[in-house]
Structures are given as C-alpha cells and as structure tokens.
C-alpha cells in the first residue's frame, strides 16, 4: 500500500529553538519513517510580512534546513524544498483565488491574529498577499497532493480553510484534489526561560538548537525562579520556577522528583540547579550541535540536498497542475486537444 502523503512546513525568519523541536520537529523526525514526508521552506509566505527585509529569509533558509537535519531530519526519507522554486503553486494561489471571499479571509482566527500583531508593518489596511496567504498555503499543501497536515493548533484555521477551497474547488471543476486533514502535533508547547508562555527570537527567552554550551549556561543563569526564595534554605517552591519546568522535561521522573523534593526541603540551591539544568540540556543538544557543525562545514552537501528534494517537488506539482489545468480548461495546446 502507497504511504499516505504529508505536506508541512516552516517559514524560514530565524532559527529553530526548543520548542520547535518538542513542538513538531521530534514528530516530524518519527513520521517520516511512516509517511510519505514532503517540508517545505515557506520563504513566499515568510515574504508576506518580511517583504522588506529579503536578505533575513534568504539567510534563514539554509539555517532551517541545517536545524532540520541536526534534528534527525532524514533526506534520504523526508523531501525538503523550497515553496518558491514551485512556480505551479503560485499558479493555483491565482486560480484558487476565485474561490474565497475577502469576508472570510477576514475571519480567518489565526490571520486576525496577526494582523493585530502586525500593526507596525501594517498600519490600518493590511497587504492583499498577507490576508490571502491562507490561500497560498491551501496551494501548497494540494499541489504536492497532501493529505495530512502535521501541525500546531494555530495551524488549525488555515487548514480548515484549505479543506473549504478544495471543496469549492472539485464541486465546480470536478473531483481533482485531496481534502488533507490536519493532524495536530501531539507535542507540548514549552514555554520561555522567562516564563512567557511562547518563546522566541523577539522575547529572547529561547534555547536553540545551535546554541553553544556557554550560550545555554548564560540563558539558564537568567531563568525564572521562585521569588520569594533568597537564600539556599530557604523552602522553594518547583511549581513556580521555570528552572524545575525545564527539569521536567529533560530529566527522568525519578531525577525530576529528587531535584523538587530537595528544593522544597531548602536543601538545594537555585545556582546548582541551573547549573546542573544547563549541563542537561548541553548534553541533550550535544548530537545536534555536532552534526549542525558538520553541516555548516559543508554548505554544499545542504545544497544538494535542497536541490534534489526541490527537484523532486517539482516532478509533483507539474503532475498535479496538469489535472487542475484539464479539469479547468485550461489546456491549451495539449495532447488531448
Ligand atoms: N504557516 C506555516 C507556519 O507559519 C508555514 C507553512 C507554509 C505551512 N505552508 C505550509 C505549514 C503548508 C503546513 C503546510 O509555520
């Protein structure tokens, strides 16, 4: 039997960090063994609100293929190309076009949120590339004939949406395209050093995958603990420190008990703590940093891979467009004709 096909994806504005790696990427790193896995760099995406800045996502992009593969990212298993080597997929944005209103693009949860978030680069009337994005999106994951969606809540609405084109999409032109389903990473959301619920670039809360052991030690040094605890006897309290959060996740039970139970019996201070926390994570990301080093050591071998997992995206989406274009009529000058 075929492996049933997964398009997901990741906009290429800066490095991966911890919690893309709890959040999708160990996921990631275990379905493709059963799936059919297709990434994408969405570096048109990353342009519909960095369109001024062209030079970050073209930096980004090698950075988050090289994130990728340190992680376990199999090439030999899992196809990672770039969304603007397809030009088929700008195609079917245009097509698809037709078939969403500008009231529900409106609506759209994740994309109101956004917007609102986007004020300074928006001001109070947003681009037409960035309210239709949903639209590009619905066109990259239906061009390589995705049927899953591996992918965060927030995700969730663009999906929907996606379903709802192609829906539109096979009642008029007749039944060309696959529904995809979302399949919601089973992955926690971690959040930052500082407590905050999300971690990221701007919040400077986050651990990446290519931080130095000397960068997560300064980082662990800054991480939220128990206030009202000052000196090493006094009684802390685990359930209000981002230091025992941290432990929970990179530690077995038994070590993450031991650890709370001396810090509740004031027997443990908050520098050993994130001391011994910063030595964990080092060495939990140790793989990673080296294979990430051998990677930035050899650019052409992230090359190629790029090149040859485009390609074969390529080889896809010309498949896919030559169906939509019969089905729409829009086959000139073909065979058939
Ligand atoms: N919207 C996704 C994000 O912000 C990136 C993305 C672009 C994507 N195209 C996709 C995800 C197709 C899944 C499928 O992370």
Redesign the pocket.
């Known amino acids: 039997m075929d492996k049933k096909r997964i398009?997901?994806?990741?906009?290429p504005t800066g490095k991966l960090h911890i919690g893309h790696y709890f959040g999708s990427l160990a996921n990631r790193v275990k379905l493709q063994n059963e799936y059919e896995t297709f990434i994408?760099i969405?570096d048109v995406?990353a342009l519909t609100d960095n369109f001024n800045n062209p030079k970050k996502v073209r930096d980004n992009v090698r950075e988050v293929v090289i994130d990728y593969l340190s992680c376990g990212i199999d090439p030999n298993k899992t196809t990672i190309y770039i969304?603007s080597m397809i030009p088929e997929t700008a195609e079917l944005t245009v097509f698809f076009s037709n078939l969403v209103t500008i009231a529900r693009l409106e609506r759209n949860p994740t994309v109101k949120t956004e917007i609102a978030q986007k004020k300074d680069l928006f001001g109070e009337s947003v681009t037409y590339g960035f309210l239709g994005y949903p639209v590009n999106?619905a066109a990259?994951?239906t061009i390589l004939g995705g049927k899953l969606?591996p992918?965060g809540e927030d995700?969730e609405p663009?999906i929907e949406q996606c379903r709802e084109i192609v829906r539109k999409f096979n009642n008029i032109y007749g039944n060309v395209l696959d529904e995809p389903e979302i399949m919601l990473s089973n992955g926690k959301r971690i959040k930052g050093l500082d407590g905050n619920a999300k971690m990221g670039k701007s919040l400077g809360n986050a651990i990446y995958i290519s931080d130095s052991e000397e960068e997560i030690k300064r980082k662990v040094m800054k991480a939220v603990t128990d206030p009202n605890r000052i000196r090493k006897d006094d009684l802390g309290n685990p359930d209000i420190c981002m230091v025992s959060y941290y432990f929970k996740l990179f530690t077995e039970n038994e070590e993450y008990d031991k650890i709370c139970k001396e810090c509740r019996g004031g027997k443990r201070g908050c520098v050993t703590c994130k001391k011994q926390l910063a030595n964990t994570i080092s060495e939990f990301l140790k793989p990673m940093r080296e294979k990430r080093k051998y990677y930035e050591l050899h650019p052409e071998i992230v090359d190629e891979i790029i090149q040859k997992g485009t390609l074969h995206a390529q080889n896809e989406a010309r498949i896919t467009m030559k169906k939509i274009k019969k089905a729409m009529k829009l086959d000139y000058f073909s065979e058939s004709d």
């Open positions: 398009v997901t994806g990741d906009r994408l969405a995406q969304q999106q990259d994951i969606v992918a995700q663009l």
